[in-house]
């Protein structure tokens, strides 16, 4: 299994991804500061919100397999910075979650994770289950 680091805003789906993907038994609560559950790194928001805080993620990524940037598609906006993907030397895919609801809008999701410099993307629903098998394949779970 790959050590999978997650990152994303507040609301974005990282803790129900690691609940989803591969333990039920995880409680998704508010991180204040890096949490290590097993081969996943749930980042705090706040680490992506604070560009003072990056070199903590580009030090945290440096025992990573894979970073997945979360993109939630009911969000308008994106925290990540144009080419956010660069600083790390690791391999970035992007997620996109809460696909399912009425208000999601998949094509702009794509275009933030696009624009942060990430060139595989995926698409899920932890509520209906869906796409969570190609991440599994992908974090060899």
């Not at 559950?37 to 560009?51: A, C, D, K, M, Q």
């Not at 696909?99 to 696009?114: E, G, M, S, V, Y």
């Not at 698409?123 to 098998?133: E, M, P």
Request: aromatic share 10%; proline share 5%.
């Amino acid at each position: 299994m790959k050590k999978v680091m997650l990152i994303g805003e507040w609301g974005s789906g990282k803790s129900t991804l690691i609940r989803a993907l591969f333990d039920p038994g995880y409680v998704p609560r508010k991180v204040l500061a890096l949490d290590f559950h097993r081969n996943f790194v749930n980042t705090p928001s706040e680490f992506l919100e604070n560009r003072r805080f990056y070199p903590a993620l580009i030090t945290a990524s440096a025992d990573c397999d894979i970073l997945a940037f979360v993109q939630d598609a009911t969000r308008s906006t994106c925290q990540m910075p144009p080419a956010f993907a660069a600083m790390f030397n690791r391999r970035v895919i992007g997620v996109i979650t809460k696909t399912d609801a009425p208000t999601a809008n998949q094509l702009r999701a794509r275009k933030f994770l696009l624009n942060t410099g990430v060139k595989e993307i995926f698409s899920v629903s932890a509520a209906q289950d869906t796409g969570l098998d190609k991440l599994r394949a992908v974090f060899e779970i």
